[in-house]
């Protein structure tokens, strides 16, 4: 939807109301837009995974109770009050899904992206797994189960991705550039 | 409610469509949206995120699948505005028209006549202590409650009436189906429970497929097997 369509016209007009009621500031949309340009996104959880795939006492303590291992980073941009970590193994395949709405760990992720938020991936994903990962171009193997968790009430879910081969001499920063926020959904793997 | 919102296992939206390199917003409007809503949650004219889920679960159904994630916010924001009285359908007409917008363009906003009284939050977040101890326990088999309710819940229809196993307890929290409307905090037991594939889709399911809910307590009933 274009800056002109109905909505975008819609979503300013009623701006310009709560501005004129002292409800909403000026300069607010352009705080938000910097906060998630610049410190809210998907490297957050990238740098969670990395740590946890170079700390094995800290990969343990993230299974146990991911949002006290979080604690410590003190990442903004909200939406996880309680975190679940959930981990790829050769024998189980994670994804995440908020089939009601479009729940999503915003401080490790920032915020959604479009796919997420549509009805194909929120209709079909607990019901045809593989194919819809298939789409995704992602084979989970004949054997392997596929585990999906659709968050439907507080709690937020991220993947741990299985570490790929061939990363044994990258330290944590190099590790962290590594992991897209597909992996951390689970619609990819590494 | 059995809105549209309840997408979990409906047929035939096609593959996901992806895009590529997609920006954080497209288009100031969208984060004009997002920055409303959250405003109006941290200054308490929206009372509760549940109240405002539920907002957004009654916009017109058709705006819901078809004005995007941010319309979809936009109609839930307008629905809570409106029925407190912040803005009314005049004021948005006339402030479109200022705009170069058309009135009659579709609105995905459907406010209530008569909305729930819902008082401010006292305690920000959802989780809390409950004093009860929880009913189940993991590896417990447990039966979801079989009918629909007419206002907020996060039990999804594809899982109404199934049987499934308590795999972790997630502690106490707020209750969304009574807090959306103003009937209290009522905070309860919270269990993330696994359903196997074919328990929910049949003989049709995928092979080692299983998918697990965060489910509240009142939605359960312990289960022989």
């Known amino acids: 939807m274009s800056e002109h369509s109905p909505q975008a016209i819609r979503a300013e007009a009623l701006e310009s109301l709560l501005i004129e009621q002292g409800l909403l500031s000026e300069s607010a949309v352009d705080e938000t837009i910097a906060l998630f340009n610049d410190r809210v996104g998907p490297l957050n959880g990238a740098r969670v995974v990395a740590k946890a795939w170079c700390d094995p006492a800290f990969k343990a303590a993230l299974l146990e109770d991911g949002t006290a291992a979080i604690e410590p980073f003190d990442f903004q941009g909200g939406e996880v009050q309680k975190l679940v970590v959930v981990e790829n193994t050769p024998e189980v395949h994670n994804a995440v899904v908020c089939t009601l709405c479009s729940c999503y760990p915003w401080a490790l992720l920032g915020l959604p992206p479009t796919w997420y938020k549509d009805p194909a991936y929120r209709s079909r994903i607990v019901r045809e797994p593989r194919k819809v990962l298939t789409e995704f171009g992602l084979d989970v193997p004949a054997g392997k189960e596929v585990r999906v968790w659709d968050s439907s009430a507080e709690v937020r879910y991220l993947v741990l991705p299985e570490r790929p081969a061939g990363t044994e001499d990258l330290d944590e920063e190099a590790l962290a550039a590594l992991v897209p926020r597909e992996a951390m959904i689970g619609v990819a793997v590494l | ?222 289960a022989t097997s």
Not at chain 2, 200 to 220: C, I, N, R
């Open chain 2, 1 to 222: 409610m059995d809105s549209m919102h309840d997408l979990g296992g409906r047929q035939g939206f096609g593959p996901v469509e992806r895009e590529e390199d997609e920006p954080i917003f497209h288009g100031r409007w969208e984060a004009c949206v997002f920055t409303i809503a959250n405003h109006m949650i941290g200054k308490g004219v929206i009372r509760n995120v549940d109240q405002f889920r539920h907002a957004i679960e009654r916009t017109d159904p058709v705006a819901y699948l078809t004005h995007g994630y941010y319309g979809r916010w936009l109609g839930g924001v307008e629905n809570l505005l409106t029925e407190a009285g912040v803005v009314d359908a005049e004021g948005m007409a006339e402030a479109v028209e200022a705009r170069g917008g058309d009135r009659r363009d579709p609105v995905a906003a459907r406010p209530s006549s008569q909305p729930d009284q819902v008082p401010p939050a006292e305690v920000r977040g959802a989780g809390r202590q409950v004093e009860e101890a929880p009913r189940f326990s993991v590896g417990q088999p447990v039966r979801t409650a079989a009918t629909s309710v007419s206002g907020h819940t996060r039990l999804p229809g594809y899982a109404r009436g199934r049987t499934g196993t308590i795999v972790r307890l997630q502690g106490g929290w707020v209750y969304p189906d009574s807090n959306a409307h103003g009937r209290g905090e009522q905070p309860q037991q919270l269990y993330c429970v696994r359903f196997e594939g074919e328990e929910l889709w049949g003989a049709e399911a995928e092979p080692g497929q299983s998918v697990h809910l965060d489910l509240f307590e009142s939605y359960l009933t312990a």
